[in-house]
């Protein structure tokens, strides 16, 4: 725990350069393998799934580390390429990581599994915007819960009786808690 902002912030420095750092050389082998499967000629049979965990706090709300819900740590970075997709096209829709698994065998034509209970995200490559799922939700340990809804955020802190909701359209930092505002009521 440091208690210093300034040690605070040069902790955090340090992190993001070695952060950042890790982003340059995974952004270079990312690239040498798209060019050997164009090269190779196998890129228009292959879909490359790029994605990770959930994001890291490196001195965002005075945090470091995983343990939150706010926006830089519960977003996931999701990009599909190649295999006749469609480029260049971003697409704003709630979904969970487990939705990738329906999305590859439906990208591959291989049936879903009628066990399987997530979603395939495939319909979002052939139109305009679709939803997904109509809210998410994420959690940490039994302290914190949070559901996201269109641009709205709840976390909900148990341990504390503690709520925030954010409009993450107008404050997409998460600065500016409307849990007590009354117009926000029904909302909650």
Same mark, same amino acid.
């Given at each position: ?49 790029? $994605?990770?965990?959930?994001? &890291?706090? +490196?001195?965002?709300? *005075? =945090?470091?580390?995983?343990? @939150?819900?706010?926006?830089? $740590?519960?977003?996931?970075? &999701?990009? +599909?390429?190649?295999? *006749? =997709?469609?480029?260049?096209? @971003? ?8 939705? &990738? ?5 439906? =990208? ?81």
């Amino acid at each position: 725990r440091i208690s210093d902002p300034l040690e605070f912030y040069k902790a955090v420095g340090s992190e993001l350069a070695a952060y950042y750092a890790v982003i340059t050389h995974l952004d270079k082998q990312i690239g040498r393998i798209v060019r050997s499967l164009k090269t190779s000629g196998q890129w228009d049979r292959t879909v490359v799934i790029f $994605s990770s965990d959930h994001g &890291l706090a +490196l001195g965002s709300h *005075g =945090l470091t580390g995983k343990q @939150n819900q706010y926006e830089h $740590s519960i977003g996931v970075p &999701l990009i +599909l390429a190649g295999g *006749g =997709l469609p480029k260049g096209r @971003n697409v704003n829709a709630q979904c969970y990581l487990r939705d &990738l698994y329906p999305t590859v065998c439906e =990208l591959a034509g291989i049936a879903i599994p009628g066990s399987v209970e997530s979603t395939s995200l495939a319909s979002l490559f052939r139109g305009p915007d679709r939803e997904v799922h109509p809210f998410v939700v994420g959690s940490f340990t039994n302290s914190q819960r949070m559901i996201r809804e269109e641009n709205w955020k709840l976390i909900w802190y148990p341990h504390l009786a503690k709520y925030q909701l954010f409009d993450l359209k107008t404050d997409p930092l998460e600065m500016n808690n409307l849990f007590t505002e009354s117009e926000q009521r029904d909302r909650v």
